[in-house]
């Protein structure tokens, strides 16, 4: 009884950790009706990490920096290697946007940085023309859903 215990517990942690690979738990953004699946960066290791050093970001995806308070937070694109776009947010405001935010050259000796000219307590990375792609303005409001 015991062996058919344990192995039942074993499938049930595969199938779940399975599961969740391919289907995580985390917010979405509501952008102009369409969908972004967030990864939220919240821990001052997340944000310092943030995109970087990755080879890709599903079309449908974002990265979401949030803060406690409002301030004109810089970004830099050190380890990106590919473009993005900045959303920058208010609240769920959209307040500026930086686009198609160029990926570094290997041999930059510093990285490109870029920050808004209005205090946020959010932004959100997406690939470059994302912004173009869902028609998101200045003054959009942004839903976020658990």
Do not use: C
């Amino acid at each position: 009884m015991k062996k058919y215990f344990v192995a039942g517990f074993i499938v049930i942690t595969f199938v779940t950790i399975w599961f969740y690979t391919r289907h995580p738990l985390g917010m979405k953004a509501i952008i102009n009706g369409q969908p972004i699946r967030l990864e939220l960066a919240l821990t001052s290791s997340e944000k310092e990490r943030g995109l970087g050093y990755r080879d890709a970001l599903a079309s449908d995806s974002g990265m979401l920096f949030v803060y406690q308070n409002k301030d004109r937070y810089g970004f830099w694109m050190k380890g990106m290697r590919f473009p993005l776009d900045f959303i920058w947010i208010d609240g769920n405001r959209v307040v500026e946007l930086s686009e198609h935010i160029a990926a570094p050259a290997t041999d930059a000796s510093r990285p490109v940085e870029v920050s808004p000219h209005v205090p946020v307590d959010k932004i959100l990375e997406v690939n470059a023309d994302v912004i173009q792609k869902l028609g998101v303005r200045v003054g959009d409001i942004i839903q976020f859903i658990d």
